[in-house]
């Protein structure tokens, strides 16, 4: 069972890392200094907390997705409120970037391995696109299209020089062969999201540092074009010589200019309440099948492929205000970032531009949200995002608020997120842990759940979708052993549930087959109506199509 968020392997064990990292932080500030809050985390929080408030009134069956989607939202805001109170020394984050670049190259040598040296690779390649250990092609391009950026950062910036004359020229050609590996794989990726952000990326370091840079500039430009045509010609070449076979995104284009046009209808109907958090995906499938005429649905939507969009759509005017407040501080933080690197590069500073490339750096990121759901798949994305987005707050900010705590407060508030870090930590670790038993009985073929059994109540609650998704299946393969009627009793009960907030053609065969068992004919015939428009390419249900006179 494919999903997002902590079904996903990796996630949990970022959101591990991050618990620690807010651990750390907060354990090694000085008792007597105050807690750092900058005009941008205001509007921030703000947006974050208007973000949250829907939840309390959004139906009840797509609440247990929506408030992991709000915690998510939430941990990230103290994630970065956190970051906050460390304005890194350049000594400390130099190999923090470092450190980023080595992961996203990481990343682009596994994709290479997954194109030309899969007996090599260590993660599986599944279809004809690669995605690294991501899963999916986009978000591995938006992650390398990060990369590129924070190259072509340290690549310009002087600052980031060595001292060495050996060890800067080692280091140069480490930055050149990046910016040309970099730029081969994104376009081995065939992300158009990350195609545009890249493009974007290059336009923005153009714009930002034309006046300061141009020699460097051009010269990271050419070996950028250079790793193009190297793509471009591996592309050329036919697949039985080693080539890359192109992707036709044709249907894609049609597919989300639909989602949009609808998603822009569902808002049109509930501008102020909105459809409730949680509810989209059952609510698009059939608002869309459910018109006159019925729009013809080419996938399953779980997104609408728009940030904004979606919390507007499921939120109404209230989650509108909230990513109005977050647009705003993005904007507040972008004057300031303007206005701190002109002032140090008139200074001449060292470290003149590092905050404007910092937030060049949040560009694919941020692009990607607009087209697909990156930070729902990738927790790596997440915790990147809000990395660079301290540090560009922190480092540009020129007068930051301090909010001094009595001294009977300050423990109080050390315990409680030390606590609450340790808590996330330990439930994490079990989640990762819980997520993999699963994954064996699921390649298992679910024969055998008792792995479940020994799953930890920490695990069971934070996988409950995918533990009684796996449970109820295993449920059906019981009935065939058995030929217990109960079972499939019970598996309708589920079902019926299940579909009242999740689309799934599997749920409706399985449902729709016991019902015509049960001799509940009418109430077949109307899940198979259903399901013929919702999966018209399915074979299963054009015998109900036939049956209702489509």
């Not at 974050?48 to 941990?75: D, E, K, T």
């Not at 996938?299 to 977050?326: C, D, F, K, M, T």
């Not at 949040?362 to 729902?376: A, D, G, K, R």
Request: aromatic share 10%; with cysteine; glycine share 8%.
């Amino acid at each position: 069972m494919g999903g997002v968020g902590l079904s996903l392997p990796f996630n949990p064990l970022v959101y591990a890392v991050m618990a620690v990292m807010v651990l750390l932080i907060w354990c090694g500030k000085p008792r007597r200094r105050g807690i750092v809050f900058t005009p941008t985390a205001r509007c921030f929080t703000m947006g974050v907390v208007l973000l949250a408030v829907p939840l309390a009134y959004g139906p009840a069956a797509g609440f247990s997705s929506a408030a992991w989607r709000v915690a998510a939202l939430l941990a990230g805001c103290i994630f970065y409120c956190s970051g906050l109170q460390v304005r890194l020394p350049f000594r400390l984050r130099q190999p923090l970037l470092v450190l980023l670049l080595a992961i996203v190259a990481g990343q682009a040598v596994i994709a290479v391995l997954q194109l030309f040296l899969p007996a090599w690779n260590w993660v599986p390649l599944r279809g004809a696109r690669v995605y690294g250990i991501f899963q999916q092609p986009n978000v591995l391009g938006s992650f390398i299209a990060t990369g590129l950026a924070l190259t072509l950062m340290q690549w310009l910036l002087p600052g980031y020089a060595l001292v060495a004359s050996r060890r800067e020229g080692v280091r140069r050609v480490a930055l050149s062969l990046l910016l040309v590996l970099f730029s081969a794989v994104l376009v081995w990726i065939q992300s158009r999201a990350a195609w545009l952000a890249t493009l974007l990326v290059v336009l923005g370091f153009w714009g930002c540092f034309r006046h300061h840079f141009a020699r460097g500039l051009l010269s990271a430009s050419v070996l950028i074009l250079l790793g193009t045509a190297l793509g471009g010609v591996v592309m050329l070449w036919p697949e039985s010589a080693g080539g890359v076979r192109y992707i036709s995104h044709e249907m894609s284009n049609q597919a989300r200019l639909a989602m949009l046009q609808d998603t822009l209808k569902m808002i049109a109907a509930h501008p102020l309440s909105g459809w409730g958090y949680g509810s989209f995906e059952y609510a698009f499938q059939h608002f869309r099948i459910e018109q006159v005429p019925p729009t013809q649905v080419l996938e399953i939507a779980r997104h609408p492929h728009n940030e904004i969009l979606y919390w507007w759509v499921e939120g109404g005017l209230v989650a509108l205000l909230g990513i109005s407040l977050l647009i705003l501080g993005g904007g507040r933080l972008l004057l300031q970032v303007f206005r701190h690197d002109r002032r140090v590069f008139s200074t001449g500073a060292a470290n003149a531009g590092e905050t404007s490339a910092l937030c060049l750096a949040l560009l694919p990121m941020l692009v990607h949200t607009q087209l697909e759901y990156p930070f729902y798949l990738s927790a790596m994305h997440w915790m990147v995002f809000l990395l660079l987005l301290a540090m560009a707050d922190r480092l540009s900010c020129r007068k930051v608020g301090v909010i001094i705590l009595p001294a009977r407060g300050r423990l109080p508030l050390r315990c409680g997120i030390g606590g609450l870090c340790m808590a996330t930590l330990v439930m994490m670790v079990a989640i990762f842990r819980g997520g993999l038993s699963l994954t064996q009985a699921e390649r298992n073929g679910l024969r055998d759940i008792q792995i479940l059994d020994s799953m930890s109540p920490i695990a069971r609650w934070g996988l409950q979708d995918r533990v009684n998704f796996d449970a109820q299946t295993h449920r059906l393969l019981t009935y065939n052993i058995r030929r217990d009627d109960s079972e499939l009793s019970r598996y309708a009960v589920w079902a019926r549930h299940y579909l009242t907030r999740r689309v799934d053609a599997n749920v409706y065969a399985s449902l729709i087959a016991i019902l015509r068992y049960q001799q509940q004919t009418a109430e077949a015939e109307k899940y198979g109506f259903d399901a013929a428009l919702l999966f018209p390419a399915d074979p299963r249900f054009r015998r109900s199509t036939a049956t209702t006179g489509e």
